[in-house]
């Protein structure tokens, strides 16, 4: 028997494009603009407050390009706290990519191979931090935890079980659309048939195989934890938001710098999140195991 | 040396209801038994009840007499090709091949020896470096019998393993597996819908439904006496004609076609009567039938390369029955066109009678 040879894909001359369709594009594109605009302005003036040492009553179109500089970022880089909050928002971040994965992997495996009929439940559970205002959380966590376990709340990484919870509705959904785009049960079974125990079929076949999606997890939980303020302000710890928060009170300027650059790293990671998405997909990228 | 496979009494249910119910099956070692049924008649619950995915709720399966339920699948030395293709997409074809290897703490040399001669076996030395996406379809599945042959499993587990390949490449493929199994003298259970392969490769085939096994013989015991008019219906084409049981034994639209009425069937009760279309004759009139005739017209004939299939619809039934000719040779008789009367005579040795 010789083996089968792979059909050469046929090359298919693109069409013409209608002028529907062009129309329809140009629209886009204008709704595009609009919205980048309507986003890029408050942007742009926060910068130059942040950045341009021109007093505030004068920023107007003839001092767009005056006296930019970097200071009020470097007076903020060179405040004490500074490092001790970023160091712990960086801490509270890995804390809760880790406990998001190890909590979110196996229930979203288990879901998938156990239980199939409740991933519309479990999916809807999931959303719930959505509906529940983090200060309530927050609150009635507080209430119900302060007698009986109150060194959970001395510690600095008790905001990290908050932040998975936060995080949750994004971060599941990420597993959840992984193990969807694989062929879950096909593969536990196959390796399992192979020889393999959970352990190996879950770090040899499955993590390579959820690659990306274990990376847009981590990467959304990243941001969550750099953006969120209200948690880390209610159990009194300076993370790199509340210390922004703080510092507004001395250097305006310095605050929005940071907050501009917050938004510029978390944007980062978002943009490599779905730079890695668009690749042809965990299955086409080969894993050394 | 190949092992023994044993179902005894397995019972397995899902929500209440029963998949499959009191299944009994021996295998000997070295014997390709196919499962043959329709969809939802429990024949991959019996298969991966044995590779462990599924628990039973009684019963045992007994892998050469030692009793595997409730030892996990991996440690019940099975390999298993599933209908889907099942490759580990991060994996290339030779990394594939020898995990089953490298999760049993293979040496490298070892590993390296044993894949190359898998591959080979299954021809695809030539891409062992490849990854599953870069190969069709039946190469993929050459990969997964490849993978599951190489740690030398004590059975050979096969889910349907053709069904998702075109029709040349599953001809193909199924006349692989049975040359490796036969090389290799794995014991193999190979779970299919279509009965041509289940005829084709088996040593042995069960017919199931409704979770039972209905027959459990050779391909050609199951075809040519089938134990059931399910299993009659479901494997090749049969005829059914609505027949009586008379004191001269069973009668066709009146007429006695050589057949004795089954044992503790009264007079007078209506019956079937199955028959195979190449154990019906079809005879222009008067052509010496005995008076064991049913006369019919010609409806149209379907030429199917070496044989054709001639439908005849019955005077007194109101019946098609098909009937079954070898094409013409210089000795035959000629053919014969639609609307040609025609007279139908079943084998009595070869006729079923069913309630």
């Known amino acids: 028997m010789t083996a089968e040879a792979i059909e050469p894909e046929a090359v298919v001359a693109p069409e013409p494009r209608p002028a529907g369709k062009l129309a329809g594009t140009v629209l886009s594109w204008v709704f595009v603009l609009a919205v980048m605009t309507y986003f890029l302005f408050p942007l742009l003036a926060m910068a130059r407050f942040a950045f341009q040492r021109v007093p505030t009553v004068l920023l107007g179109w003839s001092t767009l390009g005056d006296k930019w500089t970097l200071d009020s970022l470097t007076r903020a880089f060179d405040d004490p706290q500074f490092g001790e909050a970023l160091w712990l928002s960086i801490r509270l971040a890995l804390g809760a990519m880790i406990l998001t994965l190890a909590l979110m992997v196996p229930t979203a495996m288990w879901v998938h191979l156990r239980i199939p009929k409740a991933r519309g439940l479990v999916e809807t559970l999931t959303v719930v931090p959505y509906v529940v205002p983090p200060i309530a959380l927050v609150v009635g966590v507080i209430g119900a935890y302060r007698d009986t376990a109150p060194w959970f709340f001395t510690s600095r990484y008790s905001l990290i079980p908050f932040y998975t919870v936060l995080a949750m509705p994004f971060t599941y959904r990420a597993i959840d659309a992984g193990l969807r785009a694989i062929d879950l049960r096909t593969l536990v079974d196959a390796s399992r048939s192979c020889g393999a125990g959970w352990f190996t079929t879950t770090f040899r076949v499955l993590v390579p195989n959820l690659r990306v999606s274990l990376l847009t997890s981590a990467f959304l939980t990243a941001t969550v934890v750099l953006g969120e303020f209200t948690m880390a302000a209610l159990l009194g710890r300076t993370t790199l938001q509340t210390f922004t928060q703080q510092f507004t009170q001395r250097e305006p300027q310095g605050a929005f710098a940071l907050g501009l650059l917050t938004l510029v790293v978390t944007t980062g990671l978002l943009a490599l999140v779905t730079f890695l998405t668009r690749k042809r997909g965990a299955a086409a990228i080969p894993a050394v195991v | ?355």
């Open chain 2, 1 to 355: 040396m190949a092992s023994t496979l044993t179902y005894q009494a397995i019972r397995k249910t899902f929500a209440g209801q029963a998949a499959i119910e009191l299944f009994d099956l021996a295998m000997e070692p070295g014997e390709l038994v196919s499962l043959l049924g329709p969809s939802g008649c429990g024949k991959t619950t019996a298969l991966r009840v044995a590779a462990g995915f599924e628990q039973p709720d009684s019963g045992a399966i007994l892998v050469d007499g030692r009793n595997v339920v409730g030892t996990p699948p991996h440690r019940r030395n099975m390999g298993m090709v599933f209908q889907s293709y099942s490759l580990f997409p991060n994996l290339d074809v030779s990394a594939n091949v020898a995990f089953g290897l490298r999760v049993r703490r293979v040496s490298k040399a070892d590993q390296q020896r044993r894949v190359g001669e898998a591959l080979e076996r299954v021809h695809l030395s030539h891409l062992a470096n490849r990854y599953p996406h870069q190969l069709s379809g039946g190469q993929q599945q050459r990969v997964a019998l490849a993978r599951a042959l190489v740690f030398e499993p004590a059975v050979l587990l096969l889910d349907e393993p053709l069904s998702a390949l075109d029709a040349k490449v599953r001809v193909n493929l199924r006349e692989e597996i049975r040359r490796l199994q036969l090389q290799l003298g794995m014991t193999t259970l190979f779970v299919t819908h279509d009965q041509e392969e289940a005829l084709s490769i088996s040593d042995r085939m069960g017919v199931m439904s409704n979770g039972r096994l209905e027959q459990l013989g050779t391909p050609r015991e199951v075809y040519a006496a089938p134990a059931t008019a399910f299993v009659a219906r479901f494997v090749g084409r049969i005829n059914e004609l609505p027949a009586e049981v008379t004191a001269d034994g069973i009668t066709v639209a009146g007429v006695r076609i050589g057949v004795a009425a089954p044992n503790g069937a009264a007079v007078g009760s209506a019956v079937t009567v199955m028959s195979r279309p190449e154990d019906v004759r079809v005879h222009r009139p008067g052509a010496g039938t005995n008076g064991a005739a049913l006369a019919g017209t010609v409806v149209s004939e379907h030429f199917a390369g070496a044989t054709s299939l001639l439908r005849v619809r019955l005077d007194l039934l109101d019946v098609l029955v098909d009937a079954q000719r070898v094409q013409q040779t210089e000795t035959s008789e000629p053919g014969h066109d639609a609307g040609d009367r025609v007279e139908v005579v079943l084998s009595p040795a070869k006729v079923l009678v069913v309630d």
